[in-house]
């Protein structure tokens, strides 16, 4: 049966470039979040050409949903000969800027030397391609399953999810009972599965002053240089404490199997764009960062500020007129999914066949749109699995494999098939 599957894609090799192709040639930027309604509607047409149920669904009222740049989702939903799981694939149809740097026509879709180049290739609608030959592989194959399969096309990934899982998450798509298992076909490369993510959050600290003539800065306070204490503090104390803390989590790359923390951005006193070249002479009374820490399983969200805001509390008690505020702007926790949950069995096998080795299991050092599934969908059975090399994506020339695009609808069908089987 196992051949049947690989025959079945083999043959529809040709119809994978295509589609990938086509996929590639809107050019799905986001942000602003162009073209996103002809690519769904265009992924639509294509699944409901297989028999499913399309649906083209609006993140109304999400961040930068305007009449000019609608947040268009598709969500597809096919019926199997009789009840069982549900399995869904949920790919992200937006891309990231070009940038700088492209030999060839970034929504071209050049083929060369076995290779599809273009934005997107790799992150991920070669994925999103694979997953949409592995269904009709599998359907060509097992026309009677018991089930149903559903394939999602989102948008927003790359800039939170809010307008596309989120969304779709709080309308209830990603929840038991309508769906037992998830795979995301993001490029974590062809015989990895991922189970999860490191946690987020970012917080803005702000230290304040009082203004004052610039020439006789004792009589302001300077907000700047109560920062300068922060960092100070963060440089000697925080940075090695995190660098200390190491997960049991296998998060690629090895750099990211501990806590870290960036500071996004810096801004204090008169800003840039005021009358430039024309600065005047003032203390500054504000300062404010934004931190960026990203924690581990291991570690407590309630911990992870704590020792942010210890530093601070200290810094008052012992920096004369040393005052500040915190504002949490966002908070993920971290999620893995238990290597014994039936889609990683599944896709486990499907790696074992096509490879002949055991899978990689790894964590991914960001989020994904596996977070809004688990948080607000309360989904647990849920993997990013797909082709494409994680390194290339948001690159110049970002480019996916076919052979690899091939080999992983392969292991997708089989999944398929253990996720149904399973059950029957
Ligand atoms: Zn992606």
């Known amino acids: 049966m196992i051949e049947c599957f690989a025959r079945a894609i083999e043959d529809r090799t040709d119809d994978l470039v295509a589609l990938t192709v086509d996929l590639i040639r809107f050019p799905t930027v986001n942000p602003p979040g162009e073209a996103y309604t002809p690519c769904a509607e265009y992924v639509a047409r294509c699944l409901s050409r297989l028999g499913f149920q399309t649906k083209l669904i609006r993140g109304e009222g999400t961040p930068g949903d305007t009449d000019r740049y ?24 937006d891309v990231v800027e070009t940038g700088a740097g492209w030999t060839v026509d ?78 995301i076909p993001e490029p974590l490369n062809k015989d990895r599965i991922c189970l999860g993510h490191r946690g987020v959050w970012w ?14 800065p004792f009589l302001g306070d300077s907000a700047i240089r109560h920062m300068g204490a922060v960092l100070d503090a963060f440089e000697h104390e925080l940075f090695p404490a995190l660098d200390r803390k190491q997960t049991e989590m296998p998060v690629v790359p090895e750099g990211a199997r501990r806590s870290t923390m960036n500071i996004n951005s810096i801004h204090g ?15 500054p009374d504000s300062c404010r960062i934004v931190i960026d820490r990203r924690f581990l399983l291991e570690e407590h969200i309630d911990e992870v500020k704590g ?43 499907g790696i074992r066949e096509v490879f002949g080795h055991d899978p990689e299991y790894v964590i991914s050092p960001g989020t994904y749109d596996q977070k809004h599934i688990a948080r607000i969908g309360h989904l647990h059975d849920c993997i990013a699995y797909g082709p494409g090399i994680l390194d290339l994506a948001h690159q110049p020339d970002e480019w996916v494999g ?14 398929l098939d253990a996720l149904f089987g399973a059950a029957g």
């Not at 899982?165 to 929840?175: C, H, N, P, Q, T």
């Not at 601070?312 to 012992?318: A, G, M, T, Y």
């Not at 076919?402 to 999944?415: F, H, L, P, R, T």
Request: with cysteine.
């Open 70 to 93: 609608p947040r268009t989702n598709v969500v597809a939903r096919l019926e199997g000969k009789g009840p069982g799981p549900t399995v869904h694939f949920n790919s992200h149809i």
């Open 203 to 216: 917080a803005e600290i702000e230290t304040k002053g009082r203004i004052a003539h610039g020439s006789m």
């Open 307 to 349: 020792e942010v805001s210890s530093i601070l509390e200290r810094l008052k008690r012992e920096r004369p007129r040393f005052d500040y505020g915190m504002r949490n702007l966002m908070e993920v926790l971290p999620t893995m999914t238990e290597r014994d949950a039936p889609v990683v069995q599944a896709v486990a096998g």
């Open 106 to 183: 970034p929504f071209g879709g050049e083929i060369r030397d076995g290779k599809i180049f273009g934005r997107g290739t790799c992150d991920m609608k070669g994925g999103l391609a694979a997953s949409i030959i592995a269904v009709e592989a599998f359907l060509a194959v097992r026309p009677d399953f018991h089930g149903a399969i559903e394939i999602s096309g989102t948008v927003d990934e790359e800039s939170g999810g809010f307008g596309g899982v989120a969304y779709l998450a709080k309308e209830g798509y990603f929840s038991r009972p309508r769906v037992d298992h998830v795979i």
């Open 402 to 415: 076919i052979e690899d695009m091939v080999q992983s609808a392969n292991v997708m069908a089989i999944s």
């Open 269 to 283: 006193g008169q800003t840039e764009d005021f009358f430039p070249g024309l600065p005047s002479p003032t203390v």
